[in-house]
């Protein structure tokens, strides 16, 4: 299979790319990335000389682009979006222009070259927020709640709309919180644990007490590559990773992985619109796809940890551009 992955050199989408050249010795893969704040060549330089493997600098909503591109491959990845709650709240129109618009120009190039196949990743956060109880499913309305997730929700929607409308054999799927290796330091597990390793305090929103289900990356990506290969066309599939925590737990787990205590956090101002709490039902990619998480979250911490530890001059140089953009946004 010829896979042109969007976005791939974004966090989940390198180690998807990573996950594919590893596991599949006859697949080749076209990554097209428009290599904004967050996308990073460094995330996938022990493939960069792979003959299976071509990156392509480009930006989703070029046409004639995406349609030259799609024209060589069996099958559509979709990873690309802006994908972070408080830039989509301070600058929301490059949201709506590469999370919509961008989704559209794919759709319609996969639509014109014959009905290629195409895999859409969002996120849990389009159907809102949790109380204490219950699960989302991929029955849950939509209920989305900030610039991002009403981008994605609308993206979700467009290629539901290609599917009926044009028979395009299209398959989407909905993940909760990822985190593991290549994860932008300004997220939270990436961000607390950097911080840590420069000896200072950590930030935590409002009381800490918002609750996330959290996935390591490497599950994921296995449960998209299932979707993508074995899912029934038309379906959506929920990736969660039976881990729910709140941040402070897990600002707790990283500390105690450090010998350290709560003397280091330090509370901030919450999030506008900061949802409370994010949980996600797998039971149906079990069923269908034979997938579940196989990685803990203590686990997972730990292999997150050791990887930060391992790879300073990954996460450095991105840690200062990560504050050259906040000094500018605040001047």
Not at 130 to 149: A, I, Q, W
Not at 260 to 282: N, Q, T
Not at 306 to 315: D, G, H, I, S, V
Request: hydrophobic share 35%; with cysteine.
């Amino acid at each position: 299979m010829k896979i042109l992955v969007t976005g791939g050199c974004g966090f989940i989408g390198s180690n998807y790319i990573l996950h594919v050249l590893k596991k599949y010795p006859n697949d080749e893969i076209i990554n097209l990335d428009k290599l904004t704040y967050a996308g990073n060549k460094m995330n996938l330089s022990s493939v960069e000389n792979n003959p299976r493997y071509t990156f392509v600098h480009g930006d989703i909503c070029n046409q004639q682009l995406v349609d030259s591109l799609t024209e060589q491959c069996d099958a559509i990845i979709h990873f690309a979006a802006e994908s972070h709650v408080d830039r989509s709240i301070l600058s929301p129109g490059a949201f709506m222009e590469t999370n919509i618009i961008g989704t559209y120009r794919l759709l319609e190039a996969a639509r014109k070259c014959g009905g290629k196949r195409f895999h859409h990743i969002s996120t849990d956060e389009v159907f809102g927020s949790l109380g204490e109880t219950g699960k989302f499913s991929e029955t849950t309305p939509y209920d989305p709640r900030s610039p991002y997730s009403a981008s994605k929700a609308s993206s979700d929607h467009i290629v539901r709309a290609y599917f009926h409308t044009y028979d395009l054999p299209v398959t989407l799927s909905n993940c909760t919180n990822n985190y593991g290796p290549y994860h932008f330091p300004e997220k939270l597990i990436p961000l607390l644990i950097t911080r840590l390793l420069d000896g200072k305090k950590i930030p935590l929103y409002g009381t800490g007490e918002n609750i996330r289900d959290w996935i390591f990356v490497e599950d994921h990506v296995a449960g998209v590559d299932a979707a993508l290969r074995s899912g029934v066309i038309g379906e959506t599939y929920c990736f969660g990773g039976n881990a729910e925590a709140t941040n402070k737990q897990i600002a707790e787990m990283i500390l105690a992985a450090f010998d350290l205590g709560d003397e280091m956090i330090e509370y901030v101002a919450d999030r506008k619109g900061h949802d409370f709490r994010y949980a996600m039902d797998s039971a149906k990619a079990k069923d269908d796809l034979g997938w579940e998480p196989h990685i803990t979250l203590s686990e997972g911490i730990q292999k997150t940890i050791t990887w930060y530890e391992n790879n300073e001059a990954w996460w450095r140089p991105l840690q200062e551009k990560l504050i050259e953009h906040i000094t500018e946004k605040k001047a």
